[in-house]
Every structure is written in structure tokens, then in C-alpha cells.
């Protein structure tokens, strides 16, 4: 490889480092739920890019996204039951005073999630909407912008 090549590679990983170093809470459980939360917001993506007609319907995809979902919603009580701060958390205080309510809101999106019906465009068409009211739900409440 060139020096110049190498440079360049070089600045290419130092500069995806940084990037990745502002986007990820260092500490470790803030890490995993965040993570978690982006798997939530893939699987929004793929069934948002069929609704739309971005991308074909795929059967076994959205099956494979509404059981990610539903995954998720099971998993969020345990990846925020410690209530771990770092600067880059988006997760309000309330998150741990309202504890009930916030578990609520996880168990709404697993049910809106199990509600869909993923066999057919028209059914995530129809689906999409409650799903996407769930995630706001907690949003509203619970993360900080
Ligand atoms: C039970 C509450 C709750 C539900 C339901 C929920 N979220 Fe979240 N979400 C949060 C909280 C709280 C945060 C902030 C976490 C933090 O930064 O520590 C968050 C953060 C995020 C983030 C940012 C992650 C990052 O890298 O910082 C994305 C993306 C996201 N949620 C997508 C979704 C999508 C899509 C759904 C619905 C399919 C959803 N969430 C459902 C509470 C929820």
C-alpha cells in the first residue's frame, strides 16, 4: 500500500472512531439498552421501507423484524432496571420514578408488535401505525430529545 493510501485509511478509521466515540455512552449498560433501542429502530426501518413501497414486501423480513420488536419490548425492562447515567444518555429520570409505568409502556409496544400481522403488506400497513404510537409513547415521556 501507498504511504498516501495509508494516510488516508488511517484518517478514515481515526475519523469513524471519533464519530463512534460521541455516539456511544461509555458506560457499558447505557451502551446495551441505547443498542438495544437501535435494533428497535431497524426493524422500524425495514417494515417502514415496505409500507412505503421503498422497498418490495418481504414476508419472512417482516416476520423477522416483528419478532425483533417483540424481542425488544421483552428485553427493555431488564437493559434499563439499572439506572446508569452517562453524558450520552437520552433517558429521562423519570424512567426510574415511574418505574410501572415505564415497564407499561415497553409491555404496549410488545403487544402493538404481536398484533401486527406480518404475512401481508395491508397487515404491516395496518400495524405500523400502533407500533410507531407505542414507541412515541414512551418517548414523549421518558427521552429526552
Ligand atoms: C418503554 C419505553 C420505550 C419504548 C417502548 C421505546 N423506546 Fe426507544 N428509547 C427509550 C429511551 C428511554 C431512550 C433513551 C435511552 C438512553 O439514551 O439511555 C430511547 C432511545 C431510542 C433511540 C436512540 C438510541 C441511541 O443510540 O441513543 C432509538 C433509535 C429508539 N429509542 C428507537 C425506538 C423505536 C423505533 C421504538 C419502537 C419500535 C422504541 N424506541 C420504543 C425508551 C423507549
Given at each position: 500500500?501507498?504511504f498516501?493510501?495509508k494516510?488516508?485509511v488511517l484518517g ?5 472512531g471519533?464519530?463512534?466515540a460521541?455516539?456511544?455512552?461509555a458506560?457499558p449498560?447505557?451502551n446495551?439498552?441505547?443498542t438495544?433501542?437501535?435494533?428497535n429502530?431497524?426493524a422500524?426501518g ?5 409500507a412505503?413501497?421503498d422497498t418490495?414486501?418481504d414476508a419472512a423480513?417482516?416476520?423477522a ?9 421483552a428485553?427493555?425492562p431488564d437493559?434499563?432496571?439499572?439506572n446508569?447515567s452517562d453524558p ?6 423519570e ?5 410501572d409505568d415505564f415497564?407499561?409502556?415497553a409491555?404496549?409496544?410488545?403487544a ?5 400481522d406480518?404475512t401481508t403488506l ?9 407500533i410507531g ?5 414512551c ?6 430529545s
Amino acid at each position: 500500500m501507498k504511504f498516501v493510501t495509508k494516510m488516508l485509511v488511517l484518517g478514515l478509521i481515526m475519523a469513524g472512531g471519533i464519530a463512534l466515540a460521541q455516539s456511544k455512552a461509555a458506560d457499558p449498560d447505557v451502551n446495551a439498552r441505547q443498542t438495544l433501542m437501535q435494533k428497535n429502530g431497524g426493524a422500524m426501518g425495514v417494515l417502514g421501507g415496505m409500507a412505503k413501497g421503498d422497498t418490495a414486501f418481504d414476508a419472512a423480513a417482516a416476520e423477522a423484524a416483528k419478532a425483533a420488536l417483540i424481542a425488544d419490548a421483552a428485553a427493555t425492562p431488564d437493559a434499563f432496571k439499572n439506572n446508569a447515567s452517562d453524558p450520552a444518555s437520552h433517558a429521562k429520570p423519570e424512567v426510574w420514578t415511574n418505574w410501572d409505568d415505564f415497564v407499561s409502556d415497553a409491555n404496549a409496544l410488545g403487544a402493538a408488535a404481536a398484533a401486527m400481522d406480518a404475512t401481508t403488506l395491508d397487515g404491516v400497513k395496518a400495524g405500523l401505525g400502533a407500533i410507531g404510537g407505542a414507541c412515541k409513547a414512551c418517548h414523549t415521556e421518558y427521552k429526552a430529545s
